[in-house]
């Protein structure tokens, strides 16, 4: 190959790379403020523990509906987006990274061959979602943080001021603005192993329609089952990412430090059904949110690269 085709595919491979990064980036953006209340009413699930809270208390919520009727009451409208703008700053990085990540790992795992098998869709899958969370972990201590406060909307401190507070108090570290990080590897790797195993592999099994509309529906139909399933898979990793990250049942005390020691502790004490606290809302935000963000990215990136590629 000549230098200058070299360099013709080094351009090429990087604006691929750049459309990538924008289409994944918008996907992000637009899921995260359409589904966030969801994932709040998740967190507050997650993160309480029965037996320092009695069923009559106001402070303890006994499904979803319940805590959103309560934090409407006690915590005003607003308090559904709390905790919005870690995910909001992080969602741009975290998507364009997911996705780019994707796309050069399932490369990376067709070993040279001209179509991805399900193997290298979901390898690839795993390998972008254990990279993201890398990058978000200390986006994620900061959003249960805010999230966990059950203060009005308006009382609540800055993000800025809580991620201050975090690494004034705890550090950097793993028992400060990076606790959880393991918790957050696994549930991010287990969850976009079988989300784009599952999409880019079952999609092609369905004929695609020539109506728009039709193929509209075939394409969410197979993103809400591909964010459904992955949900089920992976909400133990989740609620164990919750308590390590979240407030402790006992004030300056750790109870929640590992991720295996804290899914033990759970099912010991609350039975093995509480490590799937949260999944109704879970499922409710990233069977649609899945759907959102697979579509949103084809299409971003679909547009993209007719107009720059």
Known sequence: MSTKNLDNTKQSLLKQAGLQIIAGGSAGFVEVCLMHPLDLVKTR???QNKINNTASSELYYKGVLDCFRKMLRNEGLFSFWKGIVPPILAETPKRATKFLCFEQYKKIFMFGSDKATPQAYSLAGLGAGATEAVIVNSF???????????????????TFSVARNIIKTEGFGLQGLNKGL??????NGVFNMIYFGFYHSVKDYFPAYEEPMKEFIRKVGIGFTSGTIASFANIPFDVAKSRIQGPQPVSGQIKYRTTCGTLLTVAREEGFSALYKGLLPKVMRLGPG???MLLMYEFSYDYLQQKFL
């Open 45 to 47: 699930l997650q993160i």
């Open 140 to 158: 994620e201590v900061v959003k249960v943080t805010l999230q966990s406060n059950r203060a009005k909307s308006t009382e609540i401190p800055s």
């Open 182 to 187: 393991t918790a957050t590897i696994a549930r």
């Open 290 to 292: 899945g759907a959102i």
